[in-house]
């Protein structure tokens, strides 16, 4: 089992970006999965998550109203969309699965991806 996020960069305060999370060897129906960031000297903060009936579970009321998580079964790929970006979501995103159920707390997933920057500055 692989989770390969990616998509990641600099972009302005105000600016968009979407993260990619490519996940092998199970199929997205079978796994939540949810994204993460982490900024340095801080947690891993729970974003959303998308369940195994791919309904959308928010845990950051920061984010609320700006990102969006979706699927493709077909290229077995979670997208985080990101809208209005500000320098506060500055952090390293990540994505990981669960065989259960979407949970805000990360020690209850799985599997893991590697992390992708994201770095919001004018």
């Known amino acids: 089992v692989q989770l390969q996020a990616s998509g990641g960069g600099v972009v302005q305060p105000g600016g968009s970006l979407r993260l990619s999370c490519v996940v092998s060897g199970f199929k997205l129906d079978y796994y939540a999965i949810g994204w993460f960031r982490q900024a340095p000297g801080k947690g891993r903060e729970g974003l959303l998550c998308i369940t195994r009936t791919f309904a959308t579970v928010y845990y950051g009321d920061s984010v609320e109203g700006r990102f969006t998580i979706s699927s493709d079964n077909a290229k077995s790929t979670v997208y985080l969309q990101m809208n209005g970006l500000a320098v506060e979501d500055t952090a390293t995103y990540f994505c990981?699965?669960?065989?259960?159920?979407?949970?805000?707390?990360?020690?209850?997933?799985?599997?893991w991806g590697q992390g992708t920057q994201v770095t919001v500055s004018s």
């Open positions: 990981a699965a669960s065989a259960g159920l979407c949970y805000s707390d990360p020690s209850l997933y799985d599997f």
